[in-house]
Nanobody, 115 residues
Framework: QVQLVESGGGLVQAGGSLRLSCAASGRIFSINPMGWYRQAPGKQRELVADITSDNRIRYADSVKGRFTISRDNAKNTVYLLMNSLKPEDTAIYYC?????????WGQGTQVTVSS
């Protein structure tokens, strides 16, 4: 089992920044990829960004150029730096880790961007 603990959400004004962190613990062998999804009210959960252990990265088109994902393999931690936040970025952000054909989820952290 892998446990994921997220931190860093909150309330920010449009144009502001936040950094999310997600630390994995438990029976860790090789997590690939590790990343972030989000779910806004009334919408499906969507990929925001993910990263492999050798730094292959995917971003949703809506966040390219504004968000940066990074990963510290030694700490089993993934980060999401969110700049130029927009009200439409408001959602619950979930950390995700994929290991041995199993997808693990964090509890979610709320990000609210006011206009």
């Amino acid at each position: 089992q892998v446990q994921l603990v997220e931190s860093g959400g909150g309330l920010v004004q449009a144009g502001g920044s936040l950094r999310l962190s997600c630390a994995a613990s438990g029976r860790i062998f090789s997590i690939n990829p590790m990343g972030w999804y989000r779910q806004a009210p009334g919408k499906q959960r969507e990929l925001v960004a993910d990263i492999t252990s050798d730094n292959r990265i995917r971003y949703a088109d809506s966040v390219k150029g504004r968000f940066t994902i990074s990963r510290d393999n030694a700490k089993n931690t993934v980060y999401l730096l969110m700049n130029s936040l927009k009200p439409e970025d408001t959602a619950i952000y979930y950390c995700n880790a994929y290991q041995r054909w199993t997808s693990y989820w964090g509890q979610g952290t709320q990000v609210t961007v006011s206009s």
